[in-house]
């Protein structure tokens, strides 16, 4: 009952996210990384201006890039990939389930 459940709640996610798109679905990814990244330095410079750090935790472009965007987007296709790959019509063949 329980794996039932968690793939119909996965089917209904693989729907929605088709029904946005790829695109999309990969800038919503990677809005929430930047989002993210940017609440963790935030929390990092008020540490330091508390005192509770002693590095001012200053960023880089290229910190942010790999860090948030790369990350992100990365994260986003490989889920991406994987839900479309499971839900694909017909199912995937398995080369173990056939032996």
Same mark, same amino acid.
């Given at each position: &009952? ?7 709640? =996965? ?5 929605? &996210?088709?029904?946005?798109?790829? +695109?999309? #679905?990969? @800038? +919503?990814?990677?809005? +929430? !990384?930047?989002? $993210? #990244? ?9 540490? !330091? ?8 935790? $200053?960023?880089?472009?290229? %910190? ?8 992100? @987007? +990365? ?5 991406? $990939? *994987? ?5 694909? %019509?017909?199912?995937? =063949?398995? *080369?173990? &389930? $056939?032996?």
């Amino acid at each position: &009952m329980l794996q039932r459940e968690k793939e119909r709640k =996965q089917r209904e996610r693989w729907e929605k &996210m088709k029904k946005r798109g790829h +695109i999309p #679905y990969l @800038a +919503i990814n990677v809005s +929430i !990384f930047l989002g $993210s #990244y940017a609440v963790v330095r935030l929390l990092h410079i008020l540490c !330091f201006k508390l005192g509770w750090l002693r590095s001012p935790g $200053s960023t880089s472009w290229e %910190d942010v890039f790999f860090c948030a965007v790369l990350t992100g @987007a +990365i994260a986003g296709e490989l889920q991406w $990939s *994987d839900l479309r790959r499971k839900f694909k %019509d017909p199912p995937p =063949q398995e *080369d173990w &389930m $056939s032996k």
